[in-house]
């Protein structure tokens, strides 16, 4: 079987042209075989309705009289870059608000634009010969701009990390909340709908391609940053009117103690061409793989837990090292749906024509990491020998031993040296003040915020931070005390730096 | 009347507990109490009659506080059923239906927060006092 886009298209505009979901795909493959639903279908809708922190709108406010050359513009106190001409900003939807911080951003503005709201908008410049201006204060509406064009440098994920945590301590990412020692597992994308998935070789899916985007008509514009075919994991940069999109499908997000992003509803439309496009249409969520990785670990490599499909990801229950884990998605399914729904019924009522690529995105490549000229040391590399005390020790002998050594932290150690609490100097002399002497295991503190050897410097000085604490014992997988790194060390060290 | 309160880091030290029954002369009845890192939660019982003046009181000590007596709402047409909620809910509370919207069963939840924070587009709402 073979057919061209024109045959579609002129399907689509007399009446005829059968179109159903990549769900509904799925399935009807599975009960007719490929050759023949690729006979009876002309198009497979996809959708995907997912955080897309990767987006952002082009505007242009107009000219103000007297005219200003915009150096610095806010709308609704979110900055947007106006390094191009005078009166053109691009608001990228992760921007943060100057003065609510994390609660408001470029998503919200995006989104209250989309509500028909009125938006501050605050502007600085020098002033020149030909734009004297140096300040406008105005509010503004989307009706009111010239234009208004999202581009989005990397939206549609083929696929994505499912997401655990196996530290003992909440941590919260943008992969949502991960609840300690393993307590969830949380996973992004639209598996049998993604719309990338079924189209995994981009036959049909290229530059110039017609897609849904927020619910208007929107354009492939390439491939998207960080565009890794090779492993599974392509990506679009899209781009449509803001104008005419909806609330419904371009919704603004805060991920907890993360930041802001955008919650994109993309789908596009796949012509079925020949068999081979119909196979790849037909995919299901169990043929598609994931790994779920330890998102407690703040590096570019993430230790890998176990291979996943979406199936069962979906099934709301997986299994990590012999645990029963609940499962939850970060992207919606249930919109994903309408997503690929109200595509299909644009084509079937002949508001949507399908378009040929006028570009192919490539097939193949995967992401390089970035080109780092300076090393970023160490904990091993900064870290100082500190003296311990055997558990079963009294406040006293804690007191002599911190006095003999001048540190102000003392980690505890059991039997076979392994680190179960640790004493401050102020522990211990609260204790005597309240001549508390006796057994130190009540006065030690038994949660110890620890680093390895390995991690990197600034995740040592972002925990100090984080816990306010003033020191971290450094522990290898035995749990065996190596040193210790102290946060007046490390300003010492960073300060150093500085100066060279 | 019950209620939850919520201590930053920035107050955890303070003795807002003691300072706010005698300023009011109110007795406080502390029903439990959790400290997790720089955070700390305490859960108690007021008179119904002096809780404003209690409530007042401890908000300008910059508490957050929490009626535990009004169940937790989901704001239905907000809601974009992402399910980033589901999984951090401890008591199971919070689940996928047949068509994946997602639904929260009020009966079950035991008002732990989880999904107020996890909620991207917050619309799950701890009655606030
Ligand atoms: S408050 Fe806690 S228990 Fe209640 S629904 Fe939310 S996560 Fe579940
Ligand atoms: S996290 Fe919020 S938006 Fe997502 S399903 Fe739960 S309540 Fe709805």
Redesign the interface.
């Known amino acids: 079987m073979r057919r061209t886009i024109e045959e579609i298209n002129e399907k689509i505009r007399d009446g005829s042209v059968n179109v159903v979901t990549a769900e509904e795909m799925t399935a009807l493959v599975q009960e007719l075989g490929v050759s023949e639903a690729a006979r009876q279908v002309d198009v497979v809708t996809t959708g995907t309705?997912?955080?897309m922190c990767s987006s952002g709108v082009f505007f242009n406010f107009g000219h103000s009289d007297p005219p200003i050359k915009m150096q610095r513009v806010w709308l609704n106190d979110v900055e947007a870059y106006t390094g191009i001409a005078a009166v053109d900003a691009y608001l990228g939807a992760t921007q943060l608000s100057d003065t609510k911080g994390m609660d408001y951003g470029g998503s919200h503005v995006i989104e209250d634009l989309l509500k028909g709201e009125e938006v501050w908008l605050k502007a600085i410049a020098y002033g020149t010969d030909c734009y004297p201006r140096k300040r406008i204060d105005t509010s503004i509406t989307l009706d009111d701009m010239n234009q208004a064009i999202m581009v989005n440098p990397r939206n549609a994920y083929q696929k994505y990390n499912a997401a655990t945590n196996c530290s003992s301590?909440t941590i919260?990412t943008y992969m949502?909340?991960l609840?300690p020692n393993n307590?969830?597992?949380?996973y992004s994308g639209a598996g049998v709908l993604s719309p990338l998935s079924n189209d995994p070789n981009y036959e049909t899916i290229g530059v110039g391609t017609r897609i849904f985007l927020g619910g208007a008509q929107g354009y492939i514009i390439s491939e998207g940053t960080q565009h890794s075919p090779s492993g599974g994991f392509g990506t679009l940069m899209v781009t449509g009117n803001l104008k005419k999109m909806k609330r419904e499908y371009i919704?603004?997000?805060?991920?907890?103690?993360y930041g802001t992003?955008m919650?994109v509803g993309l789908g596009i439309p796949i012509p079925i061409l020949n068999d081979d496009i119909a196979r790849a249409t037909a995919v299901s969520d169990a043929e598609i793989v994931t790994g779920v990785y330890d998102y407690s670990v703040p590096r570019r490599s993430k230790p890998e837990l176990r291979k996943v499909t979406y199936e069962e990801l979906k099934s709301?229950m997986i299994d990590l090292n012999g645990k029963e884990v609940?499962?939850?998605?970060?992207?919606?399914?249930?919109?994903a749906?309408q997503v690929a729904a109200e595509l299909k019924s644009w084509i079937k009522s002949g508001k949507f024509f399908l378009s040929s690529p006028v570009e192919r995105i490539p097939v193949e490549g995967s992401t390089k990491p970035m080109k780092q000229t300076q090393e970023m040391p160490l904990i091993k590399d900064v870290m100082v020998p500190v003296a311990t005390i055997k558990v079963g020790f009294s406040v006293y002998e804690a007191a002599k031993k911190i006095i003999e050594d001048r540190f102000n932290h003392l980690p505890v150690v059991d039997e076979d040296k392994r680190l179960v609490g640790i004493v401050t100097s102020w522990d211990v002399s609260k204790a005597l003040a309240l001549s508390k002497d006796g057994d130190l295991a009540p006065i030690m503190t038994r949660n110890v915020i620890t680093v390895s050897p390995e991690d990197p410097v600034d995740l040592a000085v972002r925990l100090l931070e984080k816990?306010?604490i003033s020191a971290l014992p450094v522990i290898d997988k035995d749990r065996k005390v190596l040193g210790i790194v102290t946060g007046e060390g490390l300003s010492k060290l960073i300060s150093r730096g500085l100066r060279q | 009347m019950k209620l939850l309160l919520r201590f930053n880091?920035e107050i955890i030290k303070k003795p807002i507990i003691a300072e706010a029954v005698l300023e009011t002369g109110v007795k406080l009845e502390i029903e439990r109490a959790r400290v997790e890192?720089?955070q700390g939660e305490i859960v108690v019982n007021v008179p119904d009659d002096s809780c404003r003046e209690v409530v007042n009181v401890l908000k300008r000590k910059k508490v957050e506080v929490t009626r535990l007596d009004v169940p937790i709402t989901k704001d239905e047409e907000n809601c974009?059923?992402?399910?980033?909620?589901?999984?951090?809910c401890?008591v199971?509370a919070i689940r996928?239906e047949y068509?994946?919207?997602?639904r929260m069963d009020e009966k079950l939840c035991v008002q732990c927060g989880?999904c107020v924070?996890?909620c991207?587009?917050?619309v799950i709402k701890l009655p606030e006092y």
């Not at chain 1, 919704?251 to 103690?257: D, E, G, N």
């Not at chain 1, 939850?328 to 249930?334: A, D, E, I």
């Not at chain 2, 974009?80 to 951090?88: D, M, N, T």
């Open positions: 309705f997912g955080a301590k919260y949502g909340t609840l307590g969830n597992v949380t919704r603004a997000a805060t991920f907890y103690k992003t919650y709301g609940k499962t939850s998605s970060l992207s919606s399914f249930y919109m749906r816990h306010n | 880091s890192g720089p974009i059923h992402c399910g980033a909620c589901v999984s951090a401890p199971g996928y068509d994946w919207r997602v989880n924070n996890a991207p587009v917050r």
